[in-house]
């Protein structure tokens, strides 16, 4: 724990009231939504500015004091949580949108700004923030870059790396640097910006992010398909890619609707009972592409890829379509679900899938498994569900002993163990799986020249030494 004079000297760099260590705060701030872990930092700082940012930081080398950074906690590798004595650095303080312009079409945003926020002020300037995701109204910037969060428009838009013009860091050493200044081009060597995307925190801090936006879409609308098998879906994706430009291509299987309509507050899409659904989203700027979605959905029924269906026809229809989707995950968390987030290019999903699903059905009989993703973009979400009377620990031990069978088919497959929520402490001992031996080495030397005395996030990507 961090000795009470240190947090005293700490307390000096930023605005009074500004160090927390109320239980209350200490359990809120010291977690995100994974439940493996229990918080206990040692302490909660906010900043206000990049100075006090970069005051903490060098308080920590002063004090060897490890730092966690904290945005809207809904990260789901447990990469923002701080479970070892660490104080967190939680940039709730540095919300703020600080610029826009429309010929460039960016904002400067402080870390600490919600992602709604900032797809909010977009639509204002009659523009986009294209990334999205159920957590958008809670999540903060700093962490979506930090986890380079990428949602359910990624077939079309992109992750979050996409959107980032340009970045100011403070390293593990204090220093402030300014990477890509916004431009479109800068062919001027290494791409400093790039390594920070995704870095959890472990090299340094996000103190202000300058964001791309987009064009707004025009007249989204969203079907939903259900098929008779998983396999039924990859044809459908395909004939869809051929005839429109898709904003999403979503999954989910008949034991995730049913967690959804036991809500009682989403509508059922229709009557007839499928295995697997399929959610596809597309602009439907003229009258032809509306007809020519219709003529494939009559194709793929034609073949036998689809059973049913349904086409939004308001913006309404449109938002509860999405809930059949985006509820998801929210709703079976009270099932304290082990979660795996793994992705192979978008050929190799249909073997992956059914050799995933026979690993994991001869491991968990006695589980319930919930499948749902961003097929259109090769990313599965693994949900294994703990069954009522059954103990947290021991559960997510009998999870973790097949963890090994699952992670060596995505290495078979050459895919990866976290496609978008990160490594975190969740994923850091199967990191090998999806990176080199060579990778890591280089990883970690890079992480030693940002952050030399290793105060940044430490035990998170890599498992501590
Ligand atoms: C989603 O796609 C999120 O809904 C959460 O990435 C995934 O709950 C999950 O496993
Ligand atoms: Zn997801």
Known sequence: MTDPAALAALSTLVDAGKVLTDPVSLQAYGTDWTRHYAPAPSAVVLPRTIEQVQAIVRWANRHQVALVPSGGRTGLSAAAVAAHGEVVVAFDQMNQILAFDAVDRTVVCQPGVITQQLQRCAEEHGLYYPVDFASSGSSQLGGNIGTNAGGIKVIRYGMTRNWVAGLKVVTGSGELLELNRGLMKNATGYDLR?????????????????????????NLTAMVLGTPDFDAIMPVLHAFQGQLDLTAFEFFSDKGLAHILARGDVPAPFATDCPFYALLEFEASTEDVANQALATFEHCVEQGWVLDGVMSQSETQLRNLWKLREYLSETISHFTPYKNDISVTVAKVPAFLREIDAVVAQHYPDFEVVWY????DGNLHLNILKP????????????????????????????????????GMTKRDYLHYSRSAEEIACMKAIKAVFDPNGIMNPGKIFAPE
């Open 194 to 218: 790039q390594l920070f995307i995704g870095a959890e925190g472990t090299l340094g801090f996000v103190v202000e992010a300058t964001m791309r936006l987009e064009r707004a879409p025009r």
């Open 373 to 376: 993703g961003h097929i259109g």
């Open 388 to 423: 009522g009377g059954m103990d947290k620990n021991e559960f997510f031990a009998r999870c973790a002993q097949v963890n090994q069978w699952v992670f060596e088919i995505v290495q078979r497959f050459d895919g990866s163990i976290s496609a978008e929520h990160g490594v």
